[in-house]
């Protein structure tokens, strides 16, 4: 069973979403996600002051044979990228929930439809 | 059997399965206007020796014309070992072979070019082709617009001195992929432009500026300011160059003022013809791609790298795949990215065999020959230079009437004495576009002179 702590909110497509205090939100991908990309080689992380909307792609990783979106799971404001991961992208692998974060939203409104931990874990179930 | 492994009830199935009731039915979107009719020059079935005869009669007709025209490709002589070797069964395959890594020799000559293409144009990093100048300047426009980090804009500046064809086939290219090519233009004195000219579009949001040096009318543009002005106002450089050029002018990474900031042209392209690759009604020619490292993820086509093997030899391998098709499919930096691998082995060849020396000398022959040809033709009563610009190798001449019946009149006499650009510019309609290599003898430029001088004279006393 992949590692799914249980304060963090998930969405479908594997990305991950921690509420800070601030009202931002962190994103990143979950441990499920980075074990099937395999090792990272280049993480490009969106800009601070870039506007996304819930479900556009905003940032990008990348293993040796593939390349795939990630998704903002919320409308709002590029606060930060995180530059740690654009230079060390196998931070992702080795830590996604924590030092591997990818980027920090400001959001305009609460995110919808996103899963919890047990959501997310009979989500990887189902599909398992 | 039949080469076509579909049976006509393979077909049946397959057009019921997807709800059509013929294959024609499957191009109903294609305007009718734009589909060929009956190819009436084309015979039916001939035997191997009536095509040999009919293609060799047809290619007596086109004639052995003298010819200065250049405009986008050149005429250059290509010494013999260039096609002997890249006609070689190794390497005689227009593409980077599947399970590329099985072909070393292949990808070593890929990586040497890449080498090759990089220093001349003195940027960090090259892909492994396009298929010819104009497609790479369009695959060059959408990379800006992805690199651009600093703009949200889909607008690039192209001056109307860069070759008409290359906006052409980028606006057919990226213009539905909502990139607007917004059209500068050039000072009618120079024949260049005038960073002047810039001023309206400063402090806006731009993804890159283009600048073709030498330009369409073989001008030399003022590539160090245009880059400081791009730079300054968040535009990436786009430089379209011709490769001969390079081996006597600055490279397009030095290009700009380092103390403004970034020194260097962002993304170099052009067409590769001149390097070794002969005309042939047009091509197949191939197109090349420099950039920065710190692009090389939005840069298209395939990249061969350097690497070691599991035993620690060196050895060949496509890197940076993720960016490509067969990875990323409809989000590849590019969908056209087949290279060109025949004619890129000729001009790998080709820059091997001449080397730096070489490549300077055959630059200064052309330039020596144009000086020589402008020099012929602008002491004939009615043609004069239509620009002052310092140029390379190919001229813009004005002449006392339109240049269309001048050229046909020429033609006529079995010289191709250049192009008439009044389609492209409708205020040049007295203009010449002409060039002259290192191909070109005294004994030529003379005899186009004396024929232009005829010519001229006889249309003067019938006009009077």
């Known amino acids: 069973m992949s590692d799914i702590p249980a304060d963090l909110r998930y969405t479908t497509s594997h990305e991950w979403l921690r509420l800070l205090p601030d009202g931002q939100v962190e994103i990143g991908i979950t441990q499920h996600a980075q074990e099937a990309l395999g090792d990272l080689v280049f993480i490009d992380v969106p800009a601070a002051g870039r506007s996304v909307r819930a479900g556009e792609a905003c940032a990008v990783v990348e293993s040796v044979k593939a390349a795939s979106d990630i998704y903002s799971p919320v409308d709002g404001t590029v606060v930060e990228g995180n530059p740690a991961v654009a230079a060390s992208p196998e931070l992702v692998n080795t830590d996604p929930y924590g030092a591997g974060w990818l980027m920090r939203i400001r959001p305009q409104a609460p995110a919808a439809s996103l899963l919890d931990a047990d959501g997310y874990a009979r989500l990887l179930a189902d599909a398992g | ?464």
């Open chain 2, 1 to 464: 059997m039949p080469y076509i492994p579909h049976t006509p009830e393979d077909v049946a199935e397959m057009l019921q399965v997807i709800g059509a009731d013929s294959i024609e039915q499957l191009f109903d979107e294609i305007p009718s206007a734009l589909l060929a009719g009956p190819l009436t020059a084309v015979p039916p079935a001939l035997c191997e020796m009536e095509v040999g005869r009919l293609l060799t009669e047809r290619a007596r007709s086109d004639g052995r014309a003298l010819n200065f025209i250049g405009a986008g490709a050149y005429e250059h002589h290509i010494p013999a070992p260039v096609w002997a070797i890249a006609t070689r069964g190794e390497f005689y395959s227009a593409y980077t072979p599947y399970q590329a890594e099985a072909s070393q020799g292949t990808l070593q000559l890929i990586y040497e070019y890449q080498s090759m293409i990089s220093q001349l144009t003195g940027m960090e990093v090259a892909n492994a082709s396009l298929y010819d100048g104009a497609s790479a300047l369009a695959e060059a426009s959408l990379m800006a617009v992805r690199a651009n980090r600093g703009s949200t804009s889909r607008r690039i500046l192209v001056p109307r001195s860069v070759n008409p064809t290359y906006l052409a086939v980028a606006q057919a290219i990226a213009g539905n992929q909502e990139l607007v090519f917004e059209s500068v233009d050039f000072d009618h004195r120079s024949g260049r432009l005038d960073v002047a000219a810039l001023a309206p579009f400063a402090g806006q949001d731009i993804a890159a500026l283009v600048v073709q040096s030498p330009n369409f009318f073989g001008v030399l543009e003022e590539v160090d300011a245009l880059t400081d002005w791009a730079h300054a106002n968040k535009a990436l450089l786009i430089a379209v160059v011709n490769p001969l050029s390079l081996a006597v002018l600055k490279a397009p990474g030095e290009w700009g003022d380092a103390a403004g900031g970034v020194r260097g042209a962002d993304i170099c392209c052009g067409e590769g013809q001149p390097l070794g690759v002969p005309l042939a009604s047009g091509g197949p020619y191939f197109g090349f791609m420099t950039t920065r490292m710190q692009y090389v993820r939005q840069m298209p086509g395939r990249v061969v790298g350097r690497t070691l093997d599991a035993a620690g030899r060196p050895g060949f391998t496509l890197t940076l795949q993720a960016r490509e098709q067969h990875i990323r499919r409809g989000k590849a930096t590019s969908n056209i990215c087949t290279n060109q691998g025949l004619t890129v082995t000729a001009a790998t060849i080709y820059m091997s065999l001449l080397g730096a020396t070489g490549l300077e000398r055959v630059a200064a022959a052309c330039m020596q020959r144009t000086r020589e040809l402008v020099a012929a033709l602008t002491a004939i009563p009615g043609v004069s230079l239509a620009f002052g610009g310092p140029r390379f190798h190919e001229v813009l001449l004005r002449l006392d009437r339109p240049a269309g019946p001048v050229l046909a009149a020429l033609a006529a006499q079995g010289i191709l004495g250049g192009i008439d650009v009044s389609s492209r510019y409708p205020e040049l309609q007295n203009a010449l576009l002409t060039c002259a290599t290192e191909t070109r003898t005294d004994a030529d430029i003379a005899s186009y002179a004396q024929a232009l001088a005829a010519i001229l004279a006889v249309d003067l006393q019938g006009a009077a």
